[in-house]
């Protein structure tokens, strides 16, 4: 909802894939699994995974770099940074004050944000209020996960689903009305936290030999519910910005939902009756990669020239905690 005479737009995209790709095939030389059963299960054929020494961080900032060049802005420019991640380097200090040094920016605010999936949306909400206020000029905003790095490489329910990369957005105010981000809408439901969770690490099951041995550093998911979650939500969260602002489905030109399974994809298609091609989706070259799928996606389809000036765009995330939420934008780079 704009509340007076300006806009934040989106100025610059931006995305970074390491280099290495791990595809089904080779997975199925890891775990009891098969190029088949990953494909018509979930639609991915191949993830691109991080080498050694590569970090959640350093795709983070390549993708920021990215960004803020396609903004044509300079790093002195940008005075907010916030990174969307459930993988950071470290527990603390946070990953966006590590990617702050990375891209050499000033001293600025820099902070992470724990949405799971859902977290570009929630850095973009935030972003977009902060730039709202007048006290800051253009914010960079990243999702960036390094997946690999909390993959039970022996589970095979999980470990074929997830990949590593990172985008990300400058987000800037411009004069115009009526443009750039309209709406937003976030939720959260913690009461069922063990549907997807990482339980080892934190403050209730602290790093031991006990913990490590129970295997409670990696990531667990109960795939079937968390499917039924990831339809409903996305389903409400596109309802309610298009109530809210009065649009209705079919003015929507594009449509990019967090890429965690096409049958997920193909499932909001049938029952918002959306024809397929207003969907973009790339899962099949990445996987799931968490709070970097959206602007990932968001990239490649600009790249591709299938977002264009002016068009109407929905963002619809889902992910653990559990988070969900949508994005209603009109795309309007300056
Ligand atoms: O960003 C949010 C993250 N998570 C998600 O979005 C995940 C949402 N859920 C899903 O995408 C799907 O539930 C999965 C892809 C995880 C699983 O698909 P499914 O159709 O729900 O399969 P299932 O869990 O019902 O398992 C069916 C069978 C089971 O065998 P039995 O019990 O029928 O003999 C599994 O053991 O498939 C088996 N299976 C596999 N077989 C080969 C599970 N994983 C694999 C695998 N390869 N990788």
């Excluded at 280099?19 to 190029?35: A, E, F, M, Q, R």
């Amino acid at each position: 909802m704009q509340i007076n005479n300006s806009s934040i737009v989106i100025k610059g995209i931006g995305s970074y894939m390491p280099k290495k790709i791990l595809t089904n095939k080779d997975l199925s030389g890891i775990v009891d699994t098969s190029d088949e059963w990953i494909r018509t299960r979930t639609g991915i054929q191949q993830r691109h995974i991080c080498e050694e020494g590569e970090y959640t961080s350093d795709l983070a900032a390549k993708a920021a770099k990215n960004a803020i060049e396609d903004a044509r802005l300079k790093p002195d420019d940008i005075d907010l940074l916030i990174v969307a991640t459930i993988t950071p380097d470290m527990p603390f200090p946070s990953t966006a004050c590590l990617v702050q040094t990375k891209l050499g920016l000033g001293q600025i605010a820099a902070f992470d944000v724990e949405a799971a999936c859902s977290g570009f949306l929630y850095a973009l909400d935030m972003a977009s209020a902060m730039l709202e206020t007048g006290r800051y000029k253009n914010a960079i905003i990243i999702g960036a996960e390094k997946l690999s790095s909390i993959i039970d490489w022996k589970d095979r329910t999980t470990c074929v689903l997830f990949g590593d990369g990172a985008g990300a957005a400058v987000l800037s105010r411009t004069k115009e009305s009526n443009t750039g981000i309209l709406d937003c809408c976030l939720h959260a439901d913690g009461a069922k936290p063990e549907l997807l969770r990482m339980p080892g690490g934190g403050s209730q099951i602290p790093a031991s030999a006990s913990s490590v041995e129970q295997r409670q550093h990696f990531l667990k998911m109960n795939g079937r519910e968390i499917f039924k979650f990831a339809v409903r939500g996305m389903e409400r969260a596109a309802q309610e910005v298009l109530d809210r602002q009065n649009v209705k489905i079919a003015d929507v030109d594009k449509i990019i939902p967090h890429q965690a399974n096409m049958r997920i994809i193909e499932t909001i298609q049938d029952r918002l009756e959306i024809p397929k091609s207003k969907f973009y989706n790339n899962l099949q070259y990445y996987g799931n990669t968490s709070a970097a799928s959206i602007p990932i996606a968001l990239d490649e389809a600009y790249r591709k020239g299938l977002v264009k000036h002016n068009d109407l765009l929905l963002l619809l995330a889902f992910g653990a905690g559990l988070t969900w939420g949508s994005t209603l934008l009109r795309w309007h780079k300056p």
